[in-house]
């Protein structure tokens, strides 16, 4: 099954939006299989984001993500990369349409509440950045046979 990365940045933390969040994935039907609160080095995120280092908000960015702590997961699911994208809304919450994640709680680029992996390939070097093997959990899914054919 596809694995996505997903992380609820500092401001869907601060602002009580983690259940909401979590409840989403949960519903459309996608597992979850790691999930910790973390509070990343500078180094970290500057790894996790090393595509945008030449990019003006860069700074600002690892700024923002090192303000409080992040929830980081796992998820689980056919098609997750693209999926979770799909549930978490467009990257600015301005073009976000209502009943995505960002699109019903954020208004702004910068403060735009979550991350998910944006390929397979990104969501596997992502996963092994933010966790340990042993922090990943193989369990079935009790309602599989209820949401695969
Ligand atoms: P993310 O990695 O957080 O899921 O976001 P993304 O792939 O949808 O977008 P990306 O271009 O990789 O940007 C990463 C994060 O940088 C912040 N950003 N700020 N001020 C700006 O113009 C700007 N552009 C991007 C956002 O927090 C974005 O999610």
């Known amino acids: 099954m596809e694995r996505t990365f997903i992380a609820i940045k500092p401001d869907g933390v601060a602002r009580g939006l983690v259940a909401k969040i979590i409840k989403r994935f949960e519903q459309r039907g996608y597992k979850l299989v ?25 700074n600002g960015l690892i700024e923002y993500m090192k303000s409080g702590p992040i929830v980081a997961m796992v998820w689980a699911g056919e098609n997750a990369c693209a999926g979770g994208r799909m549930l978490l809304g467009e990257t600015n919450p301005q073009s976000s349409l209502p009943g995505s994640i960002r699109g019903d709680y954020s208004l702004t680029i910068g403060r735009n509440i979550c991350h998910g992996s944006d390929s397979v390939e990104s969501a596997e070097k992502e996963i092994a950045l933010w966790f340990g093997k042993d922090e990943i959990c193989d369990w079935e899914l009790p309602v599989h046979s209820l949401l695969y054919e």
Do not use: C, I, N, Q
């Not at 790691?34 to 860069?58: I, T």
């Open 34 to 58: 790691a999930l910790k609160m973390v509070k990343p080095s500078d180094a970290h995120l500057r790894e996790h984001y090393a595509d945008l280092a030449g990019k003006g908000f860069f």
